[in-house]
């Protein structure tokens, strides 16, 4: 069997010092020194520039009107620095947290290196987020601008009476519109390019992104990382993605999610490849189109995609030339053995699997080009990565192949997440034994190959975004009708999980289908559309243990056909 860790796509470089671990050989090729800039939005411009690529494409953009937008690195960087000029003439400054709430436009992308180029914190938020969801992440962030277009605008008004911290809502498309009190416009396209900006210089320990996640328990959590992140996330690039400075490389991932700006914003910059955009949803066509035309090389993706496009067969593949690819990897869910299978069938190329998480940073378990494959399974740690199986219970190393526990990793790679903002209780609570504890269930066979299990706490992964039962619950206490509620997920042929609620009504309502669909709404416009509830089922009490918690877990069983478990401390069934 082949060692991942001789990568075959990726020789060492003849001069590389013998021993160098993978991190000092990233920090090397990224030209990063002590006392050195190391700030990501220069590396991802202004450095590729220096390397003589200023004239290589960056980006090449389509929206979903049809119109296509290109930018070379000299356009990234000097677009990059118009945006924390404009963002350091509005006064924000290092250590500020900037919110991103855009669709998928150049100005997000671009937007995080700028935000990054001035020192300042960059927070995105997925453009779906009703005006609660964004709320709750403004309101622990306190973020102090906020970039966002138009079309959200009725969401950030809203809450602006409540968020008097946010001194600047940015306006990236408000051509003539009329604007109210703390709006601005921004157009980047007509603003007057700054060729030069010192970006600030931060050390490896410099905080750079805040990307909320959702636990079991209260409201979502940023996980905050740092500049010093950009050496794992060009490793794994390099060496997982196997980008090389040619490719065209597509990642479907929104970057309101940590996907897209890891793998959609920092490594492929950070290469310096060139990156291909599609600002609409996902549509099988279009998907093969976009793939046809742009001769994509790479692609990443994942598994709800995948699953969709099984779906269509492989009859509309033949009507495309996809002899461009020559990479494929996929995150975020457990990737099926058949879908594996199904890709190699119809592409000639498996999609690899690769496993991680926001508190992460990078791709930690995964299947790099060259290892054998055995479908179904995530893969090996990768190389620089210390990752074993802990007992459920006493958290101790298992040591023996085949025995289900929980993933765990041993601190200090480049891109771990520093702290929850503002949170380091529950960050603290993440160590155990010396051990970050991902929280999910997996285990090794006897050739070192993970196998996903499933999570190990309520936490509703809906099409590769996980979902809060907290957050879903507390906003469904607000709605008139409702006492008390359970979110759980239920089995989904497409997007693996989506969200089910059960709800006990207040006296006097009826549980009928308007109910449940102006429950639906509620939910959707108060959070995303992912954390609607796809079902709800109307009862009259929920399941609770005998100290009055509700048992999601029994719920979630019965959903899935899993046995109940222990239910001694159940007080009512
Ligand atoms: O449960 C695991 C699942 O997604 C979680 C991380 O989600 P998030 O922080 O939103 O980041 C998603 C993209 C990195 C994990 O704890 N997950 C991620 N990748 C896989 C996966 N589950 C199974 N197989 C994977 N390859």
Not at 70 to 82: I, M, S, V
Not at 471 to 498: C, F, G, K, Q, R
Request: hydrophobic share 40%; net charge neutral; glycine share 10%.
């Amino acid at each position: 069997m082949n060692d991942p860790r001789t990568n075959p796509s990726t020789p060492k470089p003849a001069g590389a010092p013998a021993g160098e671990s993978v991190w000092s050989a990233a920090e090397r090729e990224l030209g990063i020194t002590q006392g050195g800039p190391r700030n990501i939005g220069w590396l991802c411009s202004d450095r590729v520039c220096q390397l003589g690529r200023g004239s290589h494409l960056a980006l090449v953009w389509e929206g979903i009107q049809g119109q296509t937008r290109r930018y070379t690195y000299d356009d990234l960087r000097r677009c990059t620095n118009t945006i924390a000029a404009f963002l350091q003439g509005c006064s924000v400054v290092p250590g500020d947290r900037v919110c991103l709430f855009l669709d998928k436009v150049p100005e997000l992308y671009m937007g995080v290196l700028g935000v990054l180029k001035l020192g300042a914190i960059a927070q995105p938020l997925f453009s779906a987020f009703g005006d609660e969801s964004l709320l709750t992440r403004l309101q622990s962030s306190e973020a102090t601008a906020i970039l966002t277009q138009r079309k959200h605008l009725g969401k950030v008004r809203k809450i602006l009476a409540q968020t008097p911290w946010l001194k600047h809502v940015i306006v990236v498309d408000a051509g003539a519109a009329p604007l109210q009190q703390r709006e601005i416009g921004f157009d980047l396209e007509a603003a007057e390019k700054v060729e030069n900006f010192d970006a600030h210089p931060v050390t490896a320990e410099t905080p750079s992104l805040l990307h909320y996640t959702s636990g079991t328990t209260g409201q979502p959590k940023g996980a905050q990382h740092v500049h010093g992140s950009i050496v794992a996330q060009y490793a794994t690039t390099r060496q997982v993605l196997d980008l090389k400075p040619d490719d065209v490389y597509w990642c479907t991932a929104d970057p309101g999610w940590v996907t897209g700006t890891s793998y959609g914003i920092i490594g492929p910059w950070s290469v310096g490849v060139c990156q291909v955009v599609m600002e609409a949803g996902f549509n099988t066509e279009a998907w093969y189109q976009f793939l046809q035309r742009h001769r994509v090389t790479v692609w990443y993706s994942a598994p709800t995609a995948i699953r969709l496009l099984m779906r269509e067969g492989g009859d509309v593949v033949k009507r495309h030339d996809l002899r461009s690819l020559r990479h494929l990897c996929s995150v975020g869910e457990p990737l099926n053995a058949e879908a594996v299978v199904w890709s190699q069938k119809t592409y000639g190329l498996p999609f690899l699997d690769t496993y991680w998480q926001t508190e992460t940073g990078c791709i930690v378990i995964t299947n790099l080009p060259g290892m054998p494959i055995k479908p179904g399974s995530m893969g090996k740690p990768f190389p620089g990565i210390e990752a074993t199986i802990v007992d459920l219970k006493t958290h101790q190393p298992i040591g023996k192949t085949g025995v289900v526990g929980l993933i765990a990793l041993k601190p200090g790679w480049p891109s771990m997440m520093r702290t929850y903002w503002r949170n380091p209780e529950v960050y603290a609570g993440k160590f155990k034994n010396g051990w970050y504890i991902c929280g999910d269930r997996a285990s090794i066979d006897a050739d070192g190959y993970y196998w996903f299990v499933g999570r190990d706490d309520d936490v509703i992964n809906t099409a590769g975004h996980l979902v809060g039962p907290f957050e879903i619950e507390s906003a469904l206490l607000e709605h008139p009708a409702v006492a008390e509620s359970a979110a759980v997920a239920t089995p989904d042929p497409v997007n693996m999980e989506v969200v089910k609620a059960f709800v006990a009504l207040k006296p006097g309502f009826q549980g009928d289908p308007d109910l449940e669909l102006e429950i639906m709404n509620f939910i959707r416009k108060r959070l995303s559309p992912l954390a609607m509830p796809q079902k709800i089922e109307f009862t009259q009490a929920l399941p609770k243990t005998r100290s009055g918690k509700i048992m999601r877990r029994m719920l979630r069983a019965k959903e899935f056909n899993e046995p109940l478990g222990d239910l001694s401390t159940l007080e009512n069934d």
